[in-house]
């Protein structure tokens, strides 16, 4: 079986916990507008099969050490779903730990993946329908609940990865509501970052002459980002 791969990372360290091999995964159906890499929106070649990313993780293995491992990032890694479970396969009997990274939108059945994998690090776009579909273009709310009720049922661990945006989801009501949204729905969670938007990937939307609809957004102050995430962690502790 052949797979559909942008690029491998090694060393990787925000990925999930310890040293980490990153593999990127092309093709995703949403159209984020902070996306930096939307280069991967389309599937395109497949070029590798799924012993070409063991070899590659199986490399580094050395420096994975108690708590490192592999992530399947993207795009959006489900998408490539039977790939994704062959390799998931083979790596877990080579006793690797196995995240995934995602956004919660495939082909709609992911037990047989989530009994093979260790964490799931879950990407927030939203959390009503009206802004989950002007941020992402796509009216897929109903799609993530799909995977977080699987994903539940899995008792995985969960990383919450929520990117704040100026003018979009950078106030105290927001956060609040993100608390109880995170409470209510999402089990086993053992950690909360937010991402501040930010326009490294600006040049990709000219280069492949794509419309950049946070073209005039401000970067995210990192310093607001932070007490709006202390702000969050003293709710979501309670």
């Known amino acids: 079986m052949l797979g559909s791969i942008d ?41 590798y099969t799924s012993d070409d990313v063991v070899k590659k993780v199986m490399r580094s293995k050395p420096y994975f050490k108690n708590n490192g491992g592999v992530t399947f ?11 994704l479970v062959e390799v998931c396969r083979k790596l877990k009997e080579e006793n690797v730990h196995i995240a995934i990274d995602t956004a919660g939108i495939g082909k709609g059945d992911y037990k047989e993946l989530l009994s093979t994998i260790d964490m799931v690090l879950l990407d927030i ?18 799609k ?25 989801n950078d106030n105290e009501e927001y956060i609040y509501e993100l608390s109880k949204f995170i409470k209510k729905y999402i089990k086993n969670v053992t950690r909360v970052d937010f991402l501040p938007y930010h326009k490294m990937g600006e ?5 492949l002459k794509i419309e950049n609809s946070y073209k005039d957004v401000a970067e995210m102050d990192k310093e607001r980002c932070n007490r709006l995430y202390n702000i969050f962690m003293e709710d979501f502790s309670k």
């Open 7 to 47: 690029s491998i990372e090694t060393f990787g360290l925000v990925d999930g916990p310890g040293i980490r091999t990153v593999v990127f995964l092309n093709g995703c159906s949403l159209r984020c507008k902070f996306c930096h890499n939307p280069e991967m929106w389309q599937i395109r070649d497949f070029n």
């Open 73 to 83: 990032s993207g795009g959006e890694p489900l998408l490539q779903y039977e790939f």
């Open 125 to 142: 776009k939203h959390i009503t329908s009206s802004g989950y579909e002007n941020i992402t273009k796509r009216d897929y709310l109903d």
């Open 144 to 168: 993530f609940f799909d995977f977080v009720e699987q994903l539940n049922e899995s008792n995985k661990e969960v990383w919450i990865r929520q990117v704040v945006i100026p003018g979009v």
């Open 203 to 207: 040049e990709k939307y000219e280069t």
